[in-house]
């Protein structure tokens, strides 16, 4: 569907350059925002994804990160 809006030069502008830095068209930038403001993710499924992808990590109790700052006096 084609749709035609009315928007400040100065504002698409910056826009496409936002676009661009994110490696996305203008035109794909507002369809994704279009897609979350009208909730096309659904919080539910994504709650259920979450918990089933949580229970297949490989991770071993207790193993701590450490940062570069951590690891400095060692």
Avoid: C
């Avoid at 035109?27 to 499924?45: C, H, S, W």
Wanted: glycine share 12%.
């Amino acid at each position: 569907m084609n749709v035609t809006l009315s928007i400040d030069e100065q504002l698409v502008a910056r826009a496409r350059e936002k676009a661009e830095a994110l490696g996305k068209s203008l035109n794909q930038l507002i369809r994704d925002y279009l897609q979350t403001v009208a909730g096309g993710d659904d919080a539910e499924r994504s709650i259920e994804e979450f918990k089933r992808l949580s229970g297949q990590g490989h991770s071993r109790g207790g193993t701590r990160f450490m940062s570069g700052r951590d690891n400095a006096g060692a």
